[in-house]
């Protein structure tokens, strides 16, 4: 059966949401947005996903803060003054703070197979972090389904530790993402979009 094309362009319509509304997600939509993510193709179907979910000012205020620390530490490294070092760490705690929900996007690498040599077991490593990919994008357009917004950081792959620490997350969940989730307050247009044919081989 043909996919209705409408589909497609809902596809296509979802954009990267950072400004939102000071409206709470229904606890019964979040969890039906969560099953559904969780719904996602993975290797082996192993499921290496795991989310953290964060919506108390409480938890999204002792993320901000870890990361924070951490941001600092890494943005003190390069060549930007103190004051440009401090209004970017103040965009991000902003950010994770001002979000109704944050999802932590984790890879259970209890989850995956083990391999006596180093060649799969790297193999494995990488199937499982994209079968958790896989599962944000999953999350992200559940959410748009319903209306939400979100948007997809990588802030936690440069603060692990200090983020599974001050989230008291399971030692197995090793974080790889965050997602940003609620009632979109913008309205961005379409980015440019890269030609088919520059990113696209076809094989006979």
């Known amino acids: 059966m043909p996919i209705n094309v409408d589909a497609h362009e809902f596809l296509r319509s979802r954009r990267s949401i950072r400004r939102f509304k000071n409206l709470n997600i229904e606890k019964g939509l979040l969890n039906r947005i969560i099953e559904t993510g969780c719904c996602a193709p993975s290797a082996h179907n192993s499921q290496p996903w795991r989310f953290a979910i964060l919506t108390s000012p409480s938890s999204k205020h002792k993320l901000a803060e870890a990361m924070a620390a951490e941001f600092r530490n890494d943005l003190a490294a390069e060549a930007i003054s103190q004051e440009g070092i401090e209004k970017r760490i103040e965009g991000s705690r902003s950010r994770i703070q001002n979000a109704p929900v ?3 996007l984790c890879l259970a690498q209890t989850d995956l197979d ?6 799969r077991q790297k193999a494995e490593l990488t199937m499982g972090i994209q079968s958790t990919a896989m599962a ?3 999350l992200l357009q559940a959410a748009h389904a319903e209306g939400l917004g979100g948007v997809w950081t990588c802030g936690p792959l440069f603060a692990p530790n200090a983020v599974q620490t001050a989230l008291s997350l399971p030692v197995a969940w090793d974080p ?3 997602l940003l989730l609620g009632y979109p307050d913008e309205n961005p247009p379409q980015k440019n979009i890269k030609p088919m044919q520059e990113m696209v081989l076809f094989i006979e």
């Open 102 to 104: 944050v999802v932590i």
């Open 176 to 178: 790889q993402g965050m």
């Open 114 to 119: 083990s391999y006596p040599d180093a060649r």
């Open 136 to 138: 944000g994008l999953q």
